[in-house]
Nanobody, 128 residues
């Protein structure tokens, strides 16, 4: 069973920084896409950053130049460094991992990846 464990998040003033971390376990194969999604109250969950199996990154336009996704030495870890945070960045942030057709739940396609495994979510609040 695939499990994603997130850490990080919290409250910060506009212009501040936060770092989110995620570890995936339970995979039977080594190379997967990992990503981060954001959901604001009353809005749909949206993909904001992903890193695919060869290290290529993709970002949603509103976070380009401010957020950086990376992987640890183990391919099952992902980080999201968030700089120059804005109030509109507030929401629940979910770590996500790729799922094969027929597996996973609440499937979202972002970039070239099909995400169907999710962390529990972590809250990010940007406010003065």
């Amino acid at each position: 069973q695939v499990h994603l464990a997130e850490s990080g998040g919290g409250s910060v003033q506009p212009g501040g920084s936060l770092r989110l971390s995620c570890v995936a376990s339970g995979y039977t194969y080594d190379y997967i896409c990992m990503g981060w999604f954001r959901q604001a109250p009353g809005k749909e969950r949206e993909g904001i950053a992903l890193i695919d199996s060869d290290g290529t990154t993709t970002y949603e336009d509103s976070v380009k130049g401010r957020f950086t996704i990376s992987q640890g030495s183990a391919k099952n870890t992902a980080y999201l460094q968030m700089n120059s945070l804005k109030p509109e960045d507030s929401g629940t942030y979910y770590c996500a991992a790729e799922s094969q057709p027929g597996y996973g739940t609440r499937v979202h396609v972002f970039g070239n990846c099909r995400f169907g495994y999710w962390g529990q979510g972590t809250q990010v609040t940007v406010s003065s």
